[in-house]
Nanobody, 124 residues
Framework: QVQLVQSGGGLVQAGDSLSLSCKASGRTFSNLDMGWFRQAPGKERDFVAAISRSGAIAYNADSVKGRFTISRDNAKNTVYLQMNSLKPEDTAVYFC?????????????????WGQGTQVIVSS
């Protein structure tokens, strides 16, 4: 089992920055691919970013490319999502997720473990 505890989030204005963290326990963190997803009210859970277990490979959804950065610190068992130039359409509940298999998938179905979610609200 893997436990994921998220922190960060909140209410910001358009153009501001925000950082999310997700700390893992229960399994060797460096054996997990990690992802961030988000879900707006009434919508499906969408892929935001993913990073390989070593941190060597990372990629973002087109909607956040150039604004969001995923990173990880395996010594701290933590994955981060730095969000810059936030827009009102970034408003959602953000989830971190862990995948013990190889793949760096964009699909939420590939991830076995999920954080509790954290609200991000961007006002215009």
């Amino acid at each position: 089992q893997v436990q994921l505890v998220q922190s960060g989030g909140g209410l910001v204005q358009a153009g501001d920055s925000l950082s999310l963290s997700c700390k893992a326990s229960g399994r060797t963190f460096s054996n997990l691919d990690m992802g961030w997803f988000r879900q707006a009210p009434g919508k499906e859970r969408d892929f935001v970013a993913a990073i390989s277990r070593s941190g060597a490979i990372a990629y973002n959804a087109d909607s956040v490319k150039g604004r969001f950065t995923i990173s990880r610190d395996n010594a701290k068992n933590t994955v981060y999502l730095q969000m810059n130039s936030l827009k009102p359409e970034d408003t959602a509940v953000y989830f971190c997720a862990a995948d013990p298999t190889w793949g760096l998938s964009r699909s939420p179905n590939a991830y076995d473990y999920w954080g509790q979610g954290t609200q991000v609200i961007v006002s215009s």
